[in-house]
C-alpha cells in the first residue's frame, strides 16, 4: 500500500516569515493530494489541494508544489500569522486516502 | 459549523459499557468515513460506506461496529473496549466513492474524544 511520509514534525516560525511543509509518497497511483489543517479541539479542515495533472496550485497566502517524477509535494505558507498555528497534515490518495503524521506549526508573534 | 456533526464531543467509559457515537453530514454526500486519530500516528481508516453499504472493514476488532441507516448518518456502536481504543473518532464524508478512485476530499466532524478507563 500507500506510504506517507510528512517532515517536519514541529515547526516554529516567526509571525510573517514562511513555513515549509514536505510529504513524500510511494504509490506512483496516487493521483490527488489534500492538505488539512486541524485546529485544536476541532476536525481536519481542507485548506487546500492539487491533482496529478498540476504542478502548482495557489490560493492567497498558501501553495502547494507537487513533483510527480520525485514523488514528493510541499506545502507553503507565507507572510504566517498567530492564526496559522495549528497541526497540517498531508495526503495521499489513490484507492484510499493515506495521511501523514501530521506538523505541529507554532507561529510566533 | 463543518457540515458533519458528531456527538457526543466527550465520552468516558469504563471496559465494560456499550456506548454509540453519532455522526450526521448536510452536504449532500454519499460516502461516510469512520476514522481513528491517535497521538503521533496517521488518521486511521476504520470503515466506509458508498450509498448506505458497507465497502471497507479495515481490520477493525469486532468490538466496534458500525451502522449507516441512510446517507446522512452514520453511528459507531462501542462495546467491551480496551484502554488502547482511547483516542479521538472522526467521522468524514465525501461524495461518492468511485472504484479506483478517492478523488474527492473528505469533509471531517470535529471528533469525539473516548476515553475507556
Known amino acids: 500500500g500507500e506510504n506517507v511520509e510528512q517532515h517536519p514534525s514541529t515547526l516554529s516560525v516567526q509571525e510573517g516569515d514562511s513555513a515549509v511543509i514536505k510529504c513524500t509518497y510511494s504509490?506512483?497511483?496516487?493521483?490527488?493530494f489534500p492538505w488539512y489543517k486541524q485546529e485544536l479541539g476541532k476536525g481536519p479542515q481542507l485548506i487546500i489541494d492539487i491533482r496529478s495533472n498540476v504542478g502548482e496550485k495557489k490560493d492567497q497566502r498558501i501553495a502547494v508544489t507537487l513533483n510527480k517524477t520525485a514523488k514528493h509535494f510541499s506545502l507553503h505558507i507565507t507572510e504566517t500569522q498567530p492564526e496559522d498555528s495549528a497541526v497540517y497534515f498531508c495526503?495521499?490518495?489513490?484507492?484510499?486516502?493515506?495521511f501523514g503524521t501530521g506538523t505541529s506549526l507554532t507561529v510566533i508573534p | 459549523e463543518t457540515g458533519v456533526t458528531q456527538t457526543p464531543r466527550h465520552l468516558v467509559m469504563g471496559m465494560t459499557n456499550k456506548k454509540s457515537l453519532k455522526c450526521e453530514q448536510h452536504?449532500?454526500?454519499?460516502?461516510m468515513y469512520w476514522y481513528k486519530q491517535s497521538a503521533k500516528k496517521p488518521l486511521e481508516l476504520m470503515f466506509v460506506?458508498?450509498?448506505?453499504?458497507?465497502?471497507e472493514n479495515n481490520s477493525v476488532p469486532s468490538r466496534f461496529s458500525p451502522e449507516c441507516p441512510n446517507s446522512s448518518h452514520l453511528f459507531l456502536h462501542l462495546h467491551t473496549l480496551q484502554p488502547e481504543d482511547s483516542a479521538l473518532y472522526l467521522c468524514?464524508?465525501?461524495?461518492?466513492?468511485?472504484?479506483?478512485?478517492?478523488?474527492?476530499?473528505?469533509?471531517f466532524g470535529n471528533g469525539t474524544r473516548l476515553t475507556v478507563t
Open positions: 468524514a464524508s465525501s461524495q461518492e466513492r468511485q472504484e479506483y478512485s478517492y478523488n474527492s476530499p473528505l469533509h
Open positions: 452536504l449532500g454526500h454519499n460516502a
Open positions: 495526503a495521499a490518495s489513490g484507492n484510499q486516502f493515506y
Open positions: 460506506y458508498n450509498f448506505k453499504e458497507q465497502t
Open positions: 504509490d506512483s497511483a496516487s493521483n490527488y
